[in-house]
């Protein structure tokens, strides 16, 4: 195996952490949610480990898509696994409160309504 596929294998291993850590922070908030320290821990944890998935997505980013070399034809379909999903990661954690309290066209849209 390349370097690359070393990476994308570890980058798919972040990703499958942050989704167990995600999943076991639902299940234990709905089922002992008086148990704030684990959820405390859980969140802190799940919020260093989706920093790090972003992160090593940034770097890939950069890697491939770098102007002085030619580094497309190492996209695969692991690697456009990965960008898929960290579409939908950045959609999904994007804060979306900042746009919908500050816009003012939704403003207008609102008090329209």
């Known amino acids: 195996m390349d370097k690359f596929t070393v990476y994308v294998t570890l980058v798919f291993i972040v990703k499958i952490l942050f989704i167990i850590l995600a999943i076991s922070e639902q299940v234990i908030k709905h089922k002992k949610p008086n148990d704030k320290k684990l959820i405390e821990k859980l969140g802190f944890w799940k919020e260093r480990i ?4 972003k ?3 940034a770097v890939i ?6 102007p002085r070399f030619d580094n497309i034809k190492l996209i695969n379909y692991e690697t456009k696994l990965l960008l898929y999903l960290f579409g939908f990661v950045l959609i999904i954690t994007a804060d979306w409160n900042t746009f919908f309290k500050e816009s003012l066209g939704l403003k207008e849209i609102q008090y329209s309504v």
């Open 50 to 53: 989706e920093f790090i998935f």
């Open 55 to 57: 992160a090593m997505m």
């Open 61 to 66: 980013l950069i890697y491939l898509f770098n």
